[in-house]
């Protein structure tokens, strides 16, 4: 999408999810034409005039103050996520245009970084980078992350990548809506934050493709990507349904790598003496076991190929999991 057209339709999508209640503008029973807020209306509640911000949301943030642009994200109510966003807009704004996005360079995890992960024992851990790629895990995150490394569909058109990819998972691999209870949620999310990091770096040409991609082959996708949502990921609760361990309700944590741009550590963990405990720990004992093999079987997957990490080979599940009722599975185009 072009610059100026993601900055207006993200400035309008913002303001009409602000009702005049929520903005303390008296209403008097009048007919409104929008939703939400009218133009003059964010204006005058960011101090600028109707021009000025009429000029803003048809996309020209170049040279605006970061006061101006704070101004505009109080009237509209922005959230963290949202504040950041419209700063990363006016930033790549203002930047020198590129005349064909880029390829990034290869991501490898750093072997300190493996080491930590497979030091870390009872606790799921996985290392993932902005574009939702799935970079390394240790063994238990394998384990618990096995539907989507051995996913033929989280690799891209023919397996164009050898990476698994969690995005390209949920929207175009059927049991992602068997393996995530909360399928709509997490879809929801996923896509919010590429949304997040779409702004934040618009010449990653492996996240323009990536988003290209799953915008033709998923109308699920596209309905969500054409909300412009943003959501900055950090802590929380995720279910999953998994074919060996069952029904997991685990909570997660993100760390930050500095020194590796655009690489996070997600750890999964459960709570002391709770069924998922149990099943979580049955996990850890099944992936460490050795394997059998079956001719149905997958092929063993490295987490961090080329870049290393901890490998689990392919094996027939064992024990596995109830399908959970009444749960419906996305329809996926």
Known sequence: MDRKEEIREFL??????????????PNYGELRRV???????????????????????RGSLRGVSDSVLEAVASALQLDDAERAHLM??????????????????????????????????????IVQNGRSDLLAA???GLALYGPVFTSVASLGPEGSTRRPNQARYLFLD????????????????????????SGRDPHDRALNE??????????????????????????????????????????????????????TVFTFSAEPGSASENALAFLASWAAAPS????????????????????????????????NPGKTEPTHD
């Open 88 to 125: 990363d807009l006016a930033r790549t704004a203002n930047a020198p245009s590129r005349r064909t996005p880029r390829r990034p360079p290869q991501q490898r995890v750093r072997p300190g970084v493996l080491r930590l992960l497979d030091g870390m024992t009872g606790v799921a851990a």
């Open 12 to 25: 309008i999508s913002r303001r009409a999810k602000i009702s005049p209640d929520q903005a303390r503008i």
């Open 35 to 57: 939703p939400g807020l009218r133009r003059e209306e964010v204006a005058e509640l960011a101090g600028v005039s109707t021009d000025y911000y009429t000029r803003l949301e």
């Open 292 to 323: 059998t093999p079956t001719d149905s079987a997958p092929e063993t997957t490295t987490a961090g190929d080329p870049a290393g990490g901890s490998t689990l080979p392919g094996r027939a599940p064992a024990q596995p999991g109830t399908r």
């Open 174 to 197: 059927l049991g992602a809506g068997d393996f995530y209870p909360d399928w709509n949620a997490i879809a929801a999310t996923t896509v919010a934050m590429l949304r997040l990091e």
């Open 138 to 140: 240790n063994q238990l």
């Open 210 to 263: 990536l988003i290209g991609e799953l915008t033709t082959r998923s109308g699920l996708f596209a309905g969500l990507w054409a909300g412009h949502d943003v959501r900055i990921h950090t802590t929380g609760t995720k279910r999953f349904h998994h074919p060996v361990a069952g029904d997991l309700s685990l909570q997660f944590e993100t760390l930050d790598l500095p020194g590796d741009e655009g690489q």
